[in-house]
Nanobody, 124 residues
Framework: QVQLVESGGGSVQAGGSLRLSCTAS????????MGWFRQAPGKEREFVGA????????EYADSVKGRFTISRDNAKSTMTLQMNNVKPEDTAVYYC?????????????????WGQGTQVTVSS
């Protein structure tokens, strides 16, 4: 059974930084793409970013490009989302996701497994 566990959420002031981690278990981590989605209260779930199986290809939503960075450590079965220069509009529950493909997708429906989510709150 694939399990994804996020950590690192919390409260931060605008302009600050936060680092989210996702640890996977239940299968060979290094073979599959990973990603992050988020959902703010009253809003649709949205794509944040994703990384391919090897870590040499990433994609980001325009709203976070240049501020957020995704990386992965296949030896530790961990993916990280480094969030810099955060804004109040980044406030949301952030979800770690994975699928059964070596390449990522920006579509939520393409991901089979979701973590429980971690809250990020950015104050102005």
């Amino acid at each position: 059974q694939v399990q994804l566990v996020e950590s690192g959420g919390g409260s931060v002031q605008a302009g600050g930084s936060l680092r989210l981690s996702c640890t996977a278990s239940g299968r060979t981590f290094s073979r599959y793409a990973m990603g992050w989605f988020r959902q703010a209260p009253g809003k649709e779930r949205e794509f944040v970013g994703a990384i391919n199986w090897s870590g040499d290809s990433t994609e980001y939503a325009d709203s976070v490009k240049g501020r957020f960075t995704i990386s992965r450590d296949n030896a530790k079965s961990t993916m990280t989302l480094q969030m810099n220069n955060v804004k109040p509009e980044d406030t949301a529950v952030y979800y770690c996701v994975t699928n059964w493909d070596y390449m990522y997708s920006v579509e939520a429906d393409e991901y089979d497994y979701w973590g429980q989510g971690t809250q990020v709150t950015v104050s102005s």
